[in-house]
């Protein structure tokens, strides 16, 4: 398994290829591959709306960090 | 007079051949309107009641005709009897049953009829001559006539019989209202790409087809048709809007070929329905064919689609899978002759070394995924408390998405015992749909055995007692 970190200055949940998966600033174990990552939304108060990654190469203590800066 | 029989004859044979060309087996119903998955998908049952999943039960099921079947229901049996906190039975608990051939009979009665299981399957099913039954439904001459047909086989046979004496006629739509757990996931295997095909809505939704009409003993004789013995199952894979039988996950798994091979053979294999048109129908066979133990759809659940998401919205707390596996070693002695076997052996064993080659592999496979997650864990809160011993700025490391999680993997199977008199008389049982009585109760009770000497099932016991 991979693990990704979801940077965002507030609590929202993390849509993972569109699907609810944990919450931003926390360690979320997820299957290694390529993957759209965004933020539930509305509010849409974040950019970029979305971004695709290859999540690979992690672990719990250095997960693929992914930030979404609040508008 | 010699007219008039030759017409009574001719009236017969034209009406035998009528019906024999009327006789179709059991279409699978086109979706209409309805949004995608129609029906019987895991993610309706998700909306338990608050803390429903906190315990998360799930149970396969493997092959082995009714060996497999009486060692299933054994292991019911023990869940049945062992309480944990609440006064709740672990039976109260399971969520998920993934089944396999043999173990489908077991499952998807307990699914659509629950308790009664244990006052009615060993009569109806576990003690009965299934196999006896079905020669004597195939020697019937209606039916000589209706198996002349190209479009009905032994196998619709078998479905009507399961139908009957089994299953009551119940369609996955009776399971659809209310929601209620466990989730069952009846596995087959797609004659064309030899990937496992599972009963639920999601599945049904790649074939453009509503689940809900379609009786659960054809899913269960699907399970079951043993290769050679029984004829594939076939289903119809109905147009539908591309868009629809491709989903999100699935294009983007499809450019995953160098990265996760797994995720990307996944999606290729869903994504076959799509072409309609080259694939318009589906046949099926024995699910051991491509996993004996069921476990491979818990994997997927587990890694990509929902048990995955349960645990990220911090839904599971903790975990327990019970993989019952019915597979045996029986002592073969052709290997003390010059000559090779004949065909007959050789023709079984085709039909079952790819069966029982990667039983193993599996539960590794899974046993791995769960030594990762406690692994994460453990890295990250024994990095924390260094921190916390040695850094002065109070920094946190982010938590783990669901948590600690308690994940307890038990695996039983007849190796496990270690009376080798025990071991060998369960090993040399035949996989067949007719046992002894006493065969069948050795079995039930080996099920309940090995499930409460099981070391990993007493610490959950342990953990989870008030």
């Known amino acids: ?71 | 007079m010699l007219n008039f029989n030759i017409k009574i004859l001719s009236i017969a044979v034209m009406s035998l051949a009528l019906l024999a060309g009327c006789a179709h087996y059991h279409q699978n119903q086109p979706l209409h309107g309805a949004s995608c998955p129609a029906g019987y998908d895991y993610t309706e049952l998700a909306e338990a009641p608050p803390g429903g999943e906190e315990t998360f039960v799930v149970l396969t099921f493997s092959g082995g005709g009714t060996r497999a079947a009486a060692l299933a229901y054994g292991v019911l049996a023990g869940l049945r009897e062992t309480k944990i906190s609440g006064g709740k039975t672990i039976l109260d608990e399971v969520d998920v049953i993934s089944t396999v051939s043999g173990g489908s009979f077991t499952g998807a009665y307990y699914t659509l009829f629950g308790d009664r299981i244990f006052s009615e399957f060993r009569e109806k099913f576990l003690y009965s001559d299934i196999q006896g039954e079905l020669l004597r439904r195939v020697a019937n001459p209606v039916n000589l006539w209706r198996l002349a047909s190209p479009f009905f086989s032994r196998i619709d046979l078998a479905a009507e019989l399961y139908d009957e004496s089994i299953f009551n006629g119940r369609t996955y739509g009776t399971l659809t209202p209310g929601n209620t757990r466990p989730f069952l996931i009846i596995n087959a295997t797609n004659l064309y790409n030899g990937a496992r095909f599972e009963f639920t809505g999601k599945q049904f939704c790649y074939l453009g087809s509503d689940i809900r009409s379609f009786p659960v003993a054809r899913a269960v004789a699907a399970s079951s048709a043993f290769p050679i013995l029984l004829s594939p199952l076939s289903l119809v894979n109905y147009p539908y809007p591309a868009e629809k039988k491709i989903t999100a996950q699935d294009k983007l798994a499809l450019k995953d070929y160098t990265n996760n091979k797994r995720r990307y053979y996944a999606a290729l294999n869903n994504t076959v329905y799509a072409n309609d048109r080259e694939h318009p129908y589906v046949h099926l066979m024995d699910g051991g064919l491509a996993d004996n133990l069921g476990l491979r759809a818990i994997y997927d659940l587990y890694v990509r689609e929902d048990i995955r998401a349960a645990i990220n919205q911090g839904r599971i707390k903790k975990m327990l899978v019970i993989v019952v596996n019915a597979k045996t070693a029986k002592k073969e002695t052709f290997d003390r002759d010059e000559s090779p076997p004949g065909l007959e052996t050789a023709a079984f064993k085709t039909a079952t070394v790819s069966m029982d080659n990667y039983t193993f592999e599996s539960a590794e496979v899974f046993a791995q995924l769960f030594k990762e997650r406690i692994a994460a864990q453990q890295s990250r809160d024994g990095c924390q408390q260094l921190l916390d011993r040695h850094s002065m700025d109070g920094y946190q490391i982010p938590p783990l998405a669901g948590g600690n999680l308690k994940l307890y993997l038990v695996e039983l199977a007849f190796d496990n015992f270690t009376d080798a008199a025990e071991r060998d008389y369960f090993n040399n049982l035949p996989t067949s749909f007719k046992l002894s009585r006493e065969e069948v109760d050795r079995l039930i009770a080996a099920g309940g055995q090995l499930l409460k000497r099981h070391p990993e099932f007493k610490k959950f016991i342990k953990e989870n007692k008030n």
């Open chain 1, 1 to 71: 398994m991979e693990y990704l970190l979801v940077d965002y200055p507030a609590h929202r949940e993390v849509l993972v290829d569109k699907e609810a998966q944990g919450n931003t600033n926390e360690i979320i174990e997820l299957e290694k591959g390529t993957h759209i990552i965004s933020l539930k939304a509305p509010p849409y108060d974040f950019r970029p709306r979305r971004r695709k990654i290859v999540l690979q190469e992690t672990s719990p203590l250095t997960p693929r960090e992914v930030t979404f800066v609040e508008l």
